[in-house]
């Protein structure tokens, strides 16, 4: 069965840089993208962009330009998120999602990362 | 930027039908997707391409798109219902995905 684990949680001071992976498994990495969104506190989803692990394509939320940048690993079905210079407003659950047809139909369980100094 | 726009909150008897709805130009042109939310939990997908039901999904969920109004209706609401609910669509133009701003539905 389709399933996306995503890594553990982690607290960052701010100014710091954070890498969340997401390993895939139960389908060919490669043939699908996958989408990063996020959720802070009490708010709504937010997306911050996707990545086509065949390709290394990619393409990011204009908030997130300059920040945030996506990988994929084809070798170990591991997509990545890093985002550099968190601040308090990047505390939030990351989520990766696989797309199939431009939308989202298998999440990871989210990783949560709390910036605090 | 394109924009969906959700009531923020829907509150129902159980056994009554949700309505939910999501607003945009002409999003009628556009293939909208569900997703429910509970407290706690990553989405799930209820509802793709307007009105289709992944496997699993229960028939009580349904969806349409017109206009500038897609909506997701649950008949027969159950307590289990109870979550948030987000639409999106995929902006061609730019390429980029688009959520809605989430409604909490509530069963009373």
């Known amino acids: 069965q389709v399933q996306l684990v995503q890594s553990e949680a982690e607290v960052k001071k701010p100014g710091a840089t954070v890498k969340v992976s997401c390993t895939a498994s139960?389908?060919?990495?490669?043939?699908?993208?996958v989408q990063w969104v996020r959720q802070a506190p009490g708010q709504g989803l937010e997306w911050m962009g996707w990545?086509?692990?065949?390709?290394?394509?990619?393409k990011y939320a204009e908030k997130f330009q300059g920040r945030v940048t996506l990988t994929g690993d084809t070798a170990t079905d591991t997509a990545y998120m890093q985002l550099t210079g968190v601040t308090f407003d990047d505390t939030a659950l990351y989520f990766c999602a696989r797309d199939k047809n431009n939308f989202a139909d298998y999440w990871g369980q989210g990783t949560l990362i709390a910036v605090s100094s | 930027s394109y924009v969906l726009t959700q009531p923020p909150s829907v509150s129902l008897a159980p056994g009554k039908t949700a309505t939910i709805t999501c607003g945009g130009n002409?999003?009628?042109?556009?293939?909208v997707h569900w997703y429910q939310q509970r407290p706690g939990q990553a989405p799930v997908l209820v509802i793709y391409?307007?009105?289709d039901r992944p496997s699993g999904i229960p028939e009580r969920f349904s969806g349409f798109n017109s206009g500038d109004t897609a909506t997701l209706s649950i008949s027969r609401v159950e307590a289990g219902d109870e979550a948030d609910y987000y639409c999106?669509?995929?902006?061609?133009?730019?390429?980029?995905?688009?959520f809605g701003s989430g409604t909490k539905v509530t069963v009373l």
């Open positions: 999106q669509v995929w902006e061609f133009t730019t390429d980029l995905f688009v």
């Open positions: 139960g389908y060919p990495f490669s043939a699908f993208y």
């Open positions: 391409n307007d009105n």
């Open positions: 990545i086509n692990p065949l390709s290394g394509a990619t």
């Open positions: 002409n999003i009628g042109g556009k293939s």
